[in-house]
């Protein structure tokens, strides 16, 4: 199982940038595809963006498409999200999740949140 540690959260002002981070614990991570989620208050947890297990390939929500960009370091065993041009709507909790496919079911794993809030 893997365990899962983001950082790099903070208060910004409308317009800034932020790096998040997510540690894996997991010697695998290579074998792992990754995600980002977010949650705002009051709301449900929501996609943001996913990598492949290899870093080529990327998904991205429209809301984020365009200002933000997942990558990974596997040598590293690290998980990235660069956010640019962020909006106060953008403010939330942001979660990396783990996936891997045994063969007979996904294996899940998600880290503890690090909060985001972007000023006006």
């Known amino acids: 199982q893997v365990q899962l540690a983001e950082s790099g959260g903070g208060l910004v002002q409308t317009g800034d940038s932020l790096r998040l981070s997510c540690a894996a614990s997991?010697?695998?991570?290579?074998?792992?595809?990754m995600s980002w989620f977010r949650q705002a208050p009051g709301k449900e947890r929501d996609f943001v963006a996913a990598?492949?297990?290899?870093?080529?390939?990327?998904h991205y929500a429209d809301s984020v498409k365009g200002r933000f960009t997942i990558s990974r370091d596997n040598a590293k065993n690290t998980l990235y999200l660069q956010m640019n041009s962020l909006k106060p709507e953008d403010t939330a909790v942001y979660y990396c999740k783990s996936s891997r496919w045994t063969g007979t079911r996904t294996l899940e794993n998600w880290g503890q949140g690090t909060q985001v809030t972007v000023s006006s």
């Open positions: 997991a010697r695998s991570f290579s074998s792992y595809a």
């Open positions: 990598i492949s297990v290899s870093g080529s390939n990327t």
